[in-house]
């Protein structure tokens, strides 16, 4: 199988953790000084979720959409994925954000205490990026996802699936925030949502394996990684005869003494977790099952 890139740097839910962001772009040697993108042959694929909680998913975003438009130049591409903090956001959900956060919205152009809001609005500088990105993507040979596959998707295609969320996006939103519908079950719901989908995550499913298989055979990939399941001893889950990685390690906790900050790498066809400590960066390498093809 041709490979897309020579190296995958992957990042579960930042949570508005722009530091930790910073560090990725600076050890993984993303970016230059000035944060211009200089990686080549190289993706990075952040699994959404980048919202909420945190200090500052502002800056983060702006750092996004400059390095998606610099790194084609370099033979690169940076990969942003919709994830559940986007969508309740878009929807108008806002429970989640902090007020720093918020705080880092304002600007000279938008300095009113709406500016989160109305980043995220119809039509706002954020939401008009966001509205754009896939839920999910296949860089061979993994399937990157926010969230868990539902079963029901087993024999989708990548395509049909971002079709189909693209689609209930733009009908259900401004319906939504009218307060004229629901909330949509296909966007929201567990079993029928990859942007909130956690149930293989939290408990083995004993027929997800044959799930993940057959999707990930029709879609020509071995393995899928997602975020969404924060996994509290900062170590990757790996399930389902290591077709499902998850690399949420909980980023939001680790100031209260849970998780870890860690990102995927994908280099020299061997797969590993990097570990960012007080002491430096520690990568231990993980088996999968990549040589194994359908």
């Known amino acids: 199988m041709a490979r897309a890139f020579k190296r995958i740097i992957a990042v579960g839910d930042l949570h508005a953790d722009v530091d930790f962001y910073r560090d990725i772009l600076r050890a993984c040697e993303l970016t230059d000084s000035n944060g211009r993108f200089t990686a080549t042959d190289t993706a990075f694929v952040v699994l959404g979720n980048v919202c909420d909680r945190g200090p500052d998913s502002a800056s983060i975003y702006r750092s996004l959409i400059q390095l998606q438009a610099q790194a084609p130049k370099r033979g690169s591409r940076v990969y942003a994925l919709l994830g559940k903090h986007e969508l309740m956001n878009l929807f108008g959900i ?20 709406t500016a989160f809001e109305t980043a995220f609005a119809p039509g706002g500088w954020l939401s008009r990026w966001l509205v754009t990105l896939p839920a999910v993507v296949r860089i061979d040979p993994f399937i990157f996802a926010p969230a868990d596959l539902p079963p029901v998707f087993r024999d ?6 971002n079709r189909a969320v693209k689609q ?12 004229d519908a629901d909330l949509p079950l296909s966007l929201f719901s567990p079993e029928t949502s990859i942007l909130c989908s956690d149930a293989a995550g939290q408990h083995t499913q004993p027929d997800y394996t044959t799930v993940l298989h057959t999707f990930l055979h029709n879609n020509r990939a071995r393995v899928y990684v997602c975020g969404h399941t924060p996994q509290t001893s900062g170590v990757f889950l790996k399930r389902y005869e290591g077709r499902y990685l998850c690399i ?13 900050r860690a990102v995927f790498e994908w ?3 061997e797969a ?10 520690r990568r231990r390498k993980l088996s999968l099952p990549l040589s194994k093809s359908y």
Request: no cysteine.
């Open 94 to 113: 806002h429970r989640d954000s902090s007020a720093s956060e918020r705080a880092f919205y304002q600007d000279d152009a938008a300095a009113e205490a």
């Open 156 to 161: 989708l295609q990548v395509a049909d699936i």
């Open 168 to 179: 209930e996006l733009d009908q259900y939103t401004p319906s939504f925030r009218r307060g």
């Open 248 to 260: 949420d390690t909980a980023v939001s906790f680790v100031s209260q003494g849970f998780g870890a």
């Open 272 to 281: 590993r977790e990097l570990l960012f400590t007080t002491t430096g960066l």
């Open 267 to 269: 280099v020299n066809d």
